[in-house]
């Protein structure tokens, strides 16, 4: 049985149309161009490529038989003949009962491969939704990475539209031995380094000079300076140890005349004699002078050197000192406060000669400082490098990425790779099940096959075919063998005649009688049909309506009551053979039909259930699709042209061109709805009118206003009313 038919991507089927049932009969109604054809052509060949988007569900035994006008054309517009249909012998009981004992044999093996196909296919589905569910887990990598900063997006370049396909990246790669010793600040740091706003060559920084450390060991600073011993005044100064106090005075003492004393910087008294001072300017002599010279050059260039030291601001701009930079910091205030000690000592130095100062090393704090500073600039000629060949660091990056993603996700990988491997197992054992119950249902195909060879003739079908002819009502031709495997046709009075002498309703006919012959018996000697599922398409759209009661009568009694086939379709563009065919017993229908409705408009063509009571005549059809304005142009005026021409035709027994000759519908707006109107009604919508010139409203409104001015106005009310318009 066929449970599900799915149809998309192929003629006017936009979107996916399922046709979804579990009942025997199924009857589909839908206007010409809605998408039958389409149905039936893809149950006749649905193997073509150009269905390649659709699928059917059924089972594996399943014969499946389809009427339809491909059906006709193979069979006989392109034949001279008939083809044979070969039937069961109903004489070589022997034979029989052998071919139905190995037809159950062949069933129940049947049904043996089929248990095993679900087994596999439920085992398959279940493996496939543990799949599905581990590609969920995985996939919050290409949430976590592709929002946000973006900066690893680059690492999941062509995984990131398919959760399946990133899946499979991440399983395919081997699991880390140990826990990778990045992290993910870390890698996004490495990426930044080479595509961000860091990612340019930096210069390295230089190194803290500082070249006057031998000022800080010259002797100088512990010698107590004083001036001339032999001086008269020296052993004074001397004893009271005030020798820089008396030198400083000197800046202040105005030069003594010859008859008369200066005032002392000191005590304010004329106590210094011309003498005097002289004996005091003789006390600081050369030697003192050149010592304090000394001391003023060294604190002159110890202080330039100092002022001469870069700044830490100038360490601190580079990116790569950020981790150093407490310790920079730490070193760089050490050296400061050493170097601006040592200035204030060597200060002191100067203003008191005589003090004994002692100046503090200053080389550790530079060779500390200048210890971080290569450490730093280690890093920045590691950085210059991976720039200069920034492909090999960003794949080494990726690989560390996806390292720690294929750690980080082990479980969800491991667990799923256990469920496969259990799987695999189970599948093994019952494709092994199904293998076995195959070649034996092999085998008893064959035996059928060489039991039928001796049975098979087509004699039974001819008279069948020639009955149902005469049972329709035609009799002036029939069917004859031609051979041990063809048809021919034989009508009174012309020898040579063929199929293609025929009408096309006899052709029609004369299919249909073969497909039912077909369909009871089999398409050659050696076929050995399996369960018969039948679908039948238009049966009636080229005959008379003497006839279409016949062919639904026809089809109820051979398909729908048989036993020999456990499913019909059936597809119709004419409401009273959809209404034929619909059992009227409402339990009857329940339990065995399903109805159908095939509707076309601008979103393509759309499958819907259909009630029973939703069945009406053509004439309500045609109103339905007028009333729909997403109905294609075309039909909805092809359907305007049948409302019209059925009303005044055949109710009101008006001329058609007479109602189109009305003046009020002479107006421009309504030309082009006149001109449809005025057509043969099987024209094509498409050769009769530029799609451009279809304007919906004044379609409708000509039509309104045909009712209207022949006065009857209220049945076009009622009509439109009725649809809910």
Known sequence: MISKISIQNIASYKAATILATDKKVNVVYGLNGSGKSTLSNYLYQPEAPEYHDCSVDMANDISLYVYNQRFIEEN???????????????????????????????????LVEEKEQQVANDERAELSAKRSNACGVTWKIKQDFTGGDRVLEGFLDGLKGNKETLYSHLSALPRPTEKPNTDISQLKAGVEALKGDTAQQYSTLNLLEFNEHEVEFDPIFEQVIVGNTNSSVSALIEKMNNSDWVQKGLAYLEPPSENEAS???????????????????????????NSIDRIESLLSRYYT?????????????????????????????KLVKKLDKNVRLITAKKNSPSMSVSLECTRNEVASFNELLEAVNAKISRHNEKLENIGAELNKLKREFWGLMRWDYDQTISALDAQV???????????????????????????????????????EAIDNINIGLVQIGISDFSIAKHNDTLYKIVRLGNSKADFSSLSEGEKMIISFLYFCELCKGKRNASEVPGKKVVAIDDPISSLSHIFVFNIGRLIKSEFFDSVDFEQVFVLTHSLYFFYELADSNHKKRKENQKLFRLLKNDSGSQMLKMSYEEVQNDYHSYWSVVTDSAQPPALIANCMRNIVEYF?????????????????????????????????SHSLGQNIFDYKEFDYESFREGLKLVFEVTGYIEHHNKMTQVLGQ
């Open 76 to 110: 006989f517009y392109e034949a001279d003949n008939l083809k044979g249909i070969f039937s069961l012998s109903k004489e070589n009981k022997d034979i029989e009962k052998a071919i139905n004992e190995a037809q159950a044999e062949l069933s129940a093996q049947v």
């Open 421 to 459: 491997k259990t799987s695999n197992q189970k599948l093994a054992e019952s494709k092994e099940r199904e293998k076995v119950a195959s070649g034996i249902i092999e085998s008893k195909k064959n035996e059928i096959s060489i039991l039928q060879k001796s049975t098979v003739n087509i004699e």
């Open 648 to 680: 005044f035709n055949f109710v009101q027994k008006q001329d058609l061109s007479n109602v189109i000759q009305m003046p009020e519908l002479q107006e421009n707006r309504y030309q082009a709805f006149c001109r449809y109107i005025n057509r043969e």
């Open 263 to 289: 005032t002392c910087p000191f005590c304010q008294e004329n106590t210094i004699s011309q003498e005097l001072a002289q004996q005091i300017e003789n006390y600081f002599d050369e030697s003192y002078s």
């Open 305 to 333: 050197a100092l002022e001469q030291i870069a700044s830490l601001e100038t360490y601190k701009s580079n990116p790569f000192s950020i981790e150093e930079l407490p310790a920079l910091t730490e070193q760089h205030g």
